[in-house]
C-alpha cells in the first residue's frame, strides 16, 4: 500500500543520483580547494555525529527507550578501531589501497565489539522499565570509562595517540548512507512496526505476540553498532583518543540532537546533528553557552512540543519531485537546499 | 428476536464442563483448573475452574473489584497464577511469555483501550499480522522478494479484516484520532489479525449507547460464525451478556459463585444477592 | 589504616549517601520520576553554604540559608518543568529531568567557575577510642543522618501531610478523589527531599570541602545507586542501601584503588537489578492492566 516495488525503485533510484550528485559535488569542491581543511574538518564531524545522532534514534525515537551510554558505545568503536589500525597493516593490493581496507575491517570491528556490549548490556537492562534503563545505561558508559582509564591497551589515563588520519568525506559520507537506509528500511517493516508498537504500548504490543526482548535487543544492537562505527571515524578524525573524548556529555548531546530533530524522525536528526555540530564550531561565543542552551532547549522543547520540532516527520526528495512536477501552476520551488537530497530516503 | 432458538444447548461433557452441542468432541480451546493468584498476602482468585469449547461465547461478569480483568490477565500470562493450570488447545502455559500466549491462540483487547496511537489504523493491524508475515531482519533491509510478497499479502490481509467493521476507508488515519468507537472496533480487528482461536474482550460495550451496543452484539456473533472461534469476554452491560452469550460465569471476591445458561445465571438467587445485596436489607 | 577504620568511613559516607537516596525515594515514590536535578540541587546547597560561611555568617544561620534556597529551588523546578509534563510519555519527563540538571551545571560554572572552592571547616576535633581516632566530623555526620532519618520516618507514618504523600504515591487519582491535594503534597515531597539535599551537601562538603559544579553529578547518581539498591520508594531501603554503597566504597578505596570504586557502586547497580529489580527492601509493583 505505502510502497509498492515501482514507486520504491523510484525513489531508490532518485535518491542514488541526489546522493551521487551531493557526493561528487563536495569531492570537487574539496579537490578544487573551495572546502578548506578547516571546512572538512567540520564536514567530517558532521557526519560522525549525524550517524551517532541516527543510530541513537533508534533506540530513543522509535524504540522509545532513554539509554544514557551512547558515548559509551562510541568509545568501544573508537578504542577497538583504533588499536587495530595503529597496530595491524594490509599491503595494497594493486589499486585497492590496504590502509582503506584495513579502516574499513577495523570499523566493522569496532562497530560489532561495540554491538556485542549493546547486547551483553541490553539483555539484563531491558528487562527493566523506562527510568531503570536510563539509569543503568549511565551506570554502563561510567563502567566503560573507567576500565578505558584503568588498562593499558587503550593508554590508560594518558590517552591513545599514533592513531592514523584516514577519516575522510568519502568514508564518513559512506557510513552516513549506511545507517540511513538502514535504519530507514528496518524501520518500514514488520521489524520496524514492532519496533514502534514497543514504543507505543509495550503491554499491547506483547498481547499481539511481539517479543518485547528479541525487539528490544534489535534496536539497541542496531544503534550501538552504528555508535561504534561513528566512534571509529572520531577515533580516525581526531587522532587521539583520551577516555574524557567519551562522557556522560556526549551522550547528552547526542541526546540533544535526536530529541529535537524529532523522535522518530531520521531527517529530524540529520538536520538537527548538522546544526548543532555547525553552529558552536562557527560561533565561539556560543560554544561557551552551548551547553546552558541545550539544556534549555531540552526542557523547553520537551514542555511545549515532546516528539521533538520534527516529530516523526520525514523530509522525502520524492515527494519534493512529485510535488513540483503536479503543480505546475504555482512556480516550481527549487530544491532550497540541495544538500538535504543524500538526507531524504523516502 | 429469537435468541434462545440460535443458541446451541449447554451439555455436560466427561471432564465435568458444560459445553455447546457442537464443541462436545472437540479438545476445548480453554481448559482452566484450580486457578488462583495472590496479591501480596491479599488472594484475588481463587479457585477458578471453566472450560471453553471451540466456537462457545462465554460471559464472564461480576461486581467491580471482582478479579475479572484479573482472570484475563491470567489467561495471557501478563500476571503469573500462584496456583492451578491453564490449557490452551490443550497445552500448558505455565512460564510461557504474553507473547507466547498470543502465538499459542489468545489474543485480547483492554479495558482502557490500548492502540498504537501514533501509528496508522493499518498499521496497527499489520502489527497485529506480524508474526504471520515470515522474513528476516536481512531480507527487510535488503528489500528482498519475501518483503515484497509477505508485506502486499498482508496490507490485502488487513484491509479484509478492516473490512470486516467497515473500517477500510480509515486505514490511513492515525490511530489515535479515531473516534471511541472506532477504537474499540480496531483493538477488536487487531486481535483478530493474530489468528486467535480464542478471544478475550475486556469491557468492548463499554461507553457505547444501546444502539452501538446491538450492533456490536451482532458484531460479536459474526466474528464467531466467520473466524468460528470461541469468545469470552468481560461486559457489566447485562443485555449483551444475556443477549450474546451461550454460558455464563459469574464472578465475585475472586471466586466464582454461579456458572450455567443465561437463563439460570438470571434467576439465580446468589447472583442476585451478589449484584443486589441481601435481600432484607 | 585498618578494617574498623574503612568501615567507619564507609558508615559517615553512607549516611550521607542514605538522606540524598531519601531523597530520590520520595519524589521517586510520588511522581515515578528519576530526579537527575536532585544531585544538583546538593550542589546548589553547597554553594549557598559555602557563600553564607565565607560571609562570616555563623554555621547554624548558613546551614538553614542552604536549606532555604534548596527547598525553594526543588519546588520551583517542580512547578516550572514537571508539572506541565505528569501527564504527558516518561520519557519526556526524564528528558525535562535531565536538561533541569544540566541547567544548573552550567549555570554554576558560568557564575562561579569551573575551580573548586575550599569549604571552610566547620566542625573540628575528635576523639580517641584506645588507640582509633575517631573525627568529629563522623560523629556529627552519622548523628545527624540518623535523627534526619527517624524524624521523616515519623513524620510519614503520623502525620496527616505524611499520610496525603503515602496516599498519593499509592494512587494519585484515588488520593485526589478523598480530597487530597495531590499538587501541594507533591511541592511538600519535593521541598524535604531538597532540604534533606542541602543538609546532606553541609556534611558532605565536611569531609570532602571542595564545592565545585558538577560535584553533585557522579554524587547524586551514586546516591540513586543506593536508592535502587535499597529498594525504591522505601525509607528504610534508602538507609540500607546508602550504608552498603558508603560502605562498598570505602572497602575500595582502601584494599584496591580509587579509582575503582565507582566501577564497582555501578557494578552493584546492574548486579542489584539484575537479581532483584525492586532493590532489597522494595515491593515488586505491578502494572495495571
Known sequence: MRENRKSFFGRTILNTCLCLAFFLIVEYMIGAKILNRYYTNILNLVLIYVIAAVSLNLTCGYLGQLPLGHAGFMSIGAYTAAIITTRFSIPDLGPISGEAVLFLLATIAGGILAMVAGIVIGLPALRLKGDYLAIITLAFGEIIRVLVQNIKITGGAMGMGGIGRYTGFGWGFFWTIMVVAFTFLLVNSRHGRAIKSVREDEIAAESVGINLTYYKIVAFAGAAFFAGVSGSLFAHHICYLEPGNFGYNMSIEMLVMVVLGGLGSISGSIISATVLTIVPEVLQTFASWKMIIYSLLLVVVMIFKPSGLMGDYELSAARLVRKVFRKKEETPKLPENYTEGEETDE | ?281 | MNLINHLINGIHVGSIYALVALGYNMVYGIVKLINFAHGDIIMAGAYVAFFALDAGMPTVVAVAASVAFCVVLGVIIEKVAYRPLRKSAKISLLITAIGISLLLENAAQKMFSATPRLFPKIIEGGFYIGERHISMTTVVTIIVSAVLMAGLTLFVKTTNAGKAMRAVSEDTEAAQLMGINVDKTISMTFAIGSGLAAIAAVLYCCSYPQVYPTMGALFGIKAFVAAVLGGIGSIPGAVVGGLMIGIAEALTKGYLSSMWADAIVFSFLIITLLLRPAGILGKKVVEKV
Open chain 2, 1 to 281: 428476536m429469537n435468541r434462545k432458538q440460535e443458541r446451541s444447548p449447554l451439555v455436560p461433557v466427561p471432564s465435568g464442563f458444560l459445553m455447546r452441542e457442537e464443541d462436545v468432541d472437540k479438545t476445548p480451546v480453554l481448559e482452566i483448573r484450580h486457578l488462583g493468584v495472590d496479591f501480596g498476602g491479599l488472594v484475588a482468585v481463587e479457585d477458578f475452574n471453566m472450560a471453553l469449547g471451540r466456537t462457545e461465547i462465554a460471559g464472564l461478569i461480576g461486581p467491580n473489584g471482582a478479579g475479572k480483568t484479573t482472570v484475563f490477565n491470567l489467561l495471557t500470562n501478563e500476571i503469573e497464577p500462584t496456583r492451578g493450570i491453564i490449557m490452551i488447545d490443550g497445552y500448558d502455559t505455565r512460564g510461557r511469555k504474553p507473547h507466547e500466549i498470543c502465538r499459542m491462540g489468545v489474543a485480547r483487547t483492554f479495558q482502557n483501550i490500548r492502540l498504537f496511537r501514533n501509528m496508522t489504523v493499518l498499521e496497527n493491524v499489520k502489527i497485529g499480522l506480524h508474526n504471520e508475515m515470515k522474513y528476516s531482519i536481512g531480507e527487510a533491509v535488503l528489500r528482498l522478494p519475501r518483503y515484497w510478497d509477505n508485506e502486499s499479502i498482508s496490507d490485502m490481509r488487513a484491509l479484509e479484516l478492516l473490512s470486516f467493521f467497515n473500517m477500510q476507508d480509515m486505514a490511513g488515519w492515525k490511530a489515535g484520532s479515531l473516534p471511541y468507537g472506532a477504537q474499540r472496533r480496531l483493538e477488536i480487528v487487531r486481535a483478530l489479525a493474530t489468528n486467535p482461536s480464542l478471544l478475550l474482550l475486556d469491557e468492548p460495550a463499554a461507553g457505547m449507547n444501546p444502539s452501538e451496543t446491538v450492533e456490536l452484539m451482532n458484531n460479536i456473533r459474526r466474528i464467531r460464525d466467520e473466524f468460528s472461534i470461541a469468545i469470552l469476554l468481560i461486559e457489566h452491560d447485562m443485555n449483551l451478556v444475556m443477549g450474546v452469550c451461550d454460558g455464563i460465569v459469574v464472578l465475585n471476591y475472586g471466586k466464582i459463585i454461579a456458572k450455567g445458561s443465561p437463563e439460570d445465571i438470571m434467576s439465580d438467587p446468589v447472583v442476585i444477592e451478589a449484584y443486589l445485596g441481601k435481600a432484607d436489607q
